[in-house]
């Protein structure tokens, strides 16, 4: 589990203890949740945020109370934004080329419905399902394993013995890269953010700037940035 996963189940912990103690309130949802904003924005556009944060806060809660009987608040924030954000997009992409009838789908769920008397789903199921599905690997955390089961636990075994872990990308070497470089630099020289006033344009092009001439000190305001900008830019809210 990553650092931005820890977070965010932190976050649904403090939401589950508020409704335990009988204190989950809009109110007391808002001052637990509520933590410092990154300094990539504008003084004059935090009343706005903080404002347009309570009315959200109140959205939800008031949705929640239809469903409190049935779902805690923490599952029901994971299934209606959580989910949908992390998962809905690639979801949508991939619509465009195949239907997908069970999104989000736990293996729980498939052997429920589909094979209640199996204790596993695997490459057999496939093969009886869709043949030429076969002809594919599997992808586990990024890596491709063969379709064949017995070539995958040789595989599996071989990594044990030799304690061969996948390396994860830090994220300097991600925000490091060509590609990912000029797609920032395009954006901050485009008229979209040039004109955007909700953004302290000064302090996040002099921190880039200062980023990729070596201070790596700047990464938490970049990283503040792109985590702001790219899904309003894919959404065209900004």
Do not use: W
Not at 75 to 96: C, S
Not at 202 to 222: A, H, P, R
């Amino acid at each position: 589990m990553n650092l931005q996963e820890e977070i965010i189940r932190d976050y649904y912990k403090k939401l589950l203890y508020l409704d335990k103690i009988s204190r989950l309130n809009p109110i007391s949802i808002y001052k637990t949740l509520k933590t410092s904003v990154p300094p990539i924005f504008n003084d004059n556009i935090l009343p706005d945020m903080e404002i347009s944060a309570k009315e959200q806060i109140e959205k939800i809660y008031s949705s929640y109370k239809k469903y409190k009987y049935v779902l805690s608040i923490d599952d029901f924030v994971a299934l209606k934004y959580h989910f949908p954000n992390k998962m809905g997009r690639d979801q949508a992409r991939i619509d465009k080329y195949c239907i997908s009838f069970m999104p989000f789908a736990q293996s729980e769920l498939i052997r429920t419905l589909l094979f209640p008397k199996r204790k596993t789903v695997d490459e057999n199921v496939i093969r009886y399902l869709y043949k030429p599905l076969s002809k594919f690997p599997f992808v586990k955390n990024g890596k491709l394993y063969p379709f064949n089961k017995k070539m995958r636990y040789l595989i599996k075994l071989r990594e044990k013995l030799f304690k061969k872990q996948r390396q994860e990308p830090s994220e300097n070497t991600i925000l490091l890269s060509r590609e990912v470089k000029n797609y920032i630099f395009d954006e901050i020289s485009s008229i979209k953010f040039k004109n955007n006033n909700i953004l302290n344009k000064k302090l996040i092009e002099t921190s880039i700037n200062e980023f990729y001439k070596g201070d790596y000190s700047k990464k938490s305001i970049l990283s503040s940035f792109l985590s702001f900008y790219i899904p309003e830019r894919i959404n065209k809210l900004l």
